[in-house]
């Protein structure tokens, strides 16, 4: 498993444990069980801490790794919105607060959830045919491999593996363009014929260069 992988991972899980806490916080505080809050919070101050800090830190190195979207700057906002008013609102027992910043904690992960299985790969570009009536492999390569890759194929976004120095068949490489490998997901929208011209040009262009 790649450290991409691990990292990502590990901050699923911490997200979730800070997603729990939060809610947790947040049923205490509108339940009028202030003791009951102030000894949870007691007893998870530790715990909530490195939470924290496993959060944003493998957060900030997700976003290194990954193409800046619209929908993760969304998200950091949220998270960055949702932190402050949470401190506020259980220190002065503020409910309306405390559930705004549920709400955008909820939020942040819910787009984080949309991220991950929404939408699709990019499609086939009008100019993928040659001249001489062949596929383009090297233009179908650059919409929807480069961006983790990179032309030479030693971008590594994203924990994209290495092309340069990859020992898979054109065939090999067909299959993980259908069915995804690690992290890389599965691209849509190609035919057979797309998914072996960006294979073929992978091999001939980029392999052992």
């Not at 899980?13 to 939060?22: G, K, M, S």
Request: net charge positive.
């Amino acid at each position: 498993m790649s450290t991409f992988e691990i990292i990502k991972k590990t901050h699923f899980v911490v997200v979730t444990i800070f997603f729990l806490i939060y809610l947790i916080k947040t049923i205490l505080l509108l339940a009028n069980k202030k003791e009951n809050l102030q000894s949870f919070t007691k007893k998870i101050k530790v715990i909530e801490m490195i939470v924290s800090f496993l959060f944003l830190g493998t957060g900030i190195y997700l976003m290194t790794q990954v193409e800046i979207r619209m929908d993760l700057i969304i998200k950091i906002s949220m998270v960055f919105l949702a932190i402050p008013l949470a401190v506020v609102g259980f220190k002065k027992g503020n409910k309306g607060l405390a559930v705004l910043s549920f709400l955008l904690i909820l939020g942040a992960f819910g787009v984080a959830e949309m991220r991950k299985y929404g939408g699709t790969r990019a499609k086939e570009p009008v100019a993928s045919i040659n001249p001489n009536g062949s596929i383009n492999g090297e233009v179908l390569y650059k919409a929807n491999c480069e961006s983790c890759h990179g032309m030479d194929g030693k971008r590594n976004a994203a924990g994209a593996l290495d092309l340069s120095v990859t020992t898979l068949s054109i065939d090999s490489i067909d299959r993980i363009i259908v069915d995804g490998r690690g992290g890389m997901k599965k691209i849509d929208g190609l035919t057979p014929e797309n998914r072996n011209a960006i294979a073929r040009y992978v091999f001939d262009n980029i392999r052992g260069k």
